[in-house]
């Protein structure tokens, strides 16, 4: 299939919806001209909280950065003010909240190797008391943080008589705890009675909390569990346990219990040379606590049922779409790896993303996928140069929209396409994360009518130089989009462009 032309099974609508119109709605960090980025300010992970009233940022210095959304308080105003926003297009707004040091750099001496701070995935926990919850991984050690408002202590004033400090002249010279220099030694007597009214001239602290700070405390650190790098984590739908998944395992946490933790999955042969596949991801199932689904750089996602067997050495359903007679090549195992997983809120679909497509399966149909969506096909006659740079190995996420009618995923020149999943949807945007997200689309007058599914097929023919978008300018392979996020109960997405952070709405 070319760019949006999608042929899919789903369960749909009537129709399909409309497309949407995107905008931009808001941009943190954003670069001044020639500013050059620093490598720890790069985002690495992008999660919205289930409520969609929080966003959460890693970076690659191992900091976690929170946003918080503004516009759904009470805006007050006059009753005109409040009519003109009924008729204006409603967005999400966020606001920076707080950051901290999730992880630092460190150095396992045993096998002498550097473990970076850089975050791999954030994931929001159920919230309690007020306080936010969050598990951060880095390569190595998982950590559970909780963020919540805590009451500043101030003294505020003294309890002296304002008129007697003001008759006064000259206050009397003090010594420590505040006795009177000539009445220190021998003061407090053992006949010493305090008078009824008290001392008048004893000060003491009035301590008030007025403000509030916002901490974030650490609860627990799961280590040493992983000896290969974690890819995953993912959080159960019972609020209690969570998984993590490195290259050859998946281990199964309570979050309550830190130095324990059982192996649900182990793909390690006997012998390492016999290593055919490694994990590339895992996912619970958002509704279902004993399922979830792992996928493999062949290209192949596993469904698993814990409540087979302790050790889910079989799964329960394989997705796997066969390989087209006479297409193999030296590049169709690395561009067949599977980056990412997602599953729809329902936990009826999954939705995948390798090297060079987007792919939306039926949890109930493993014969192949409902919908494929073609990212970047021009690109492939490029893949060897994309092999001889390392782009060939990038990572890009993908996402659904809450209602699951749509997926984005993104690509290089910090561009990402938006695709109805729909039956019957033809709708395909590309988008690039700057203030203007059209602006690459603007037709050039040599150029044929706009579409996506023609320019795909434009650039297959060989029409246009490989290497280029649709509209002739040269692709950039340095900056490229991995990271992005959809709310869950609205159209907005929020992509990292490097070390900033951009959101959309439509």
Known sequence: MNGGDVTSSSAATSGPPPSLDWRFSQVFGERTAGEEVQEVDIISAIEFDKSGDHLATGDRGGRVVLFERTDTRDHGGSRRDLEQTDYAVRHPEFRYKTEFQSHEPEFDYLKSLEIEEKINKIRWCQPANGALFLLSTNDKTIKYWKVQEKKIKKISEMNIDPSKAESSSSPPQLVANGLPADKAHGYLSNDFSFPPGGIPSLRLPVVTSQETNLVARCRRVYAHAHDYHINSISNSSDGETFISADDLRVNLWNLEISNQSFNIVDVKPTNMEDLTEVITSAEFHPIHCNMLAYSSSKGSIRLIDMRQSALCDSHTKLFEEPEAPGSRSFF???????????????????????????????????????????????????????????????????????????????????????????????????????????????????????????????????????????????????????????????????????????????
């Not at 390392?390 to 997926?407: A, Q």
């Not at 579409?451 to 692709?475: D, F, H, K, L, Q």
């Open 332 to 506: 169709t195992e690395i561009i067949a790896s599977i980056s990412d997983i997602k599953f729809s809120k329902d936990g009826r679909y999954i939705l995948s993303r390798d090297y060079m497509t987007l792919k939306l399966w039926d949890i109930n149909m493993d014969s192949g996928p409902v919908a494929s969506y073609q990212v970047h096909e021009h690109l492939r006659p490029r893949l060897c140069d994309l092999y001889e740079n390392d782009s060939i190995f990038d990572k890009f996420e993908c996402c659904l929209s809450g209602d699951g009618l749509r997926v984005a995923t993104g690509s290089y020149s910090n561009l990402f396409r938006v695709f109805g999943a729909s039956q019957g949807s033809t709708e395909a945007a590309t988008l690039e994360a700057s203030k203007n997200p059209m602006r690459r689309q603007i037709q050039t007058p040599a150029r044929p009518s706009r579409s996506i599914g023609s320019m795909t097929r434009v650039v297959r023919r060989g029409s246009e130089s490989p290497g280029t978008e649709a509209n002739g300018n040269a692709y950039d392979f340095t900056t490229k989009l991995l990271h992005m996020a959809w709310h869950p109960t609205e159209n907005s997405i929020a992509c990292a462009a490097a070390n900033s952070l951009y959101m959309y709405y439509a």
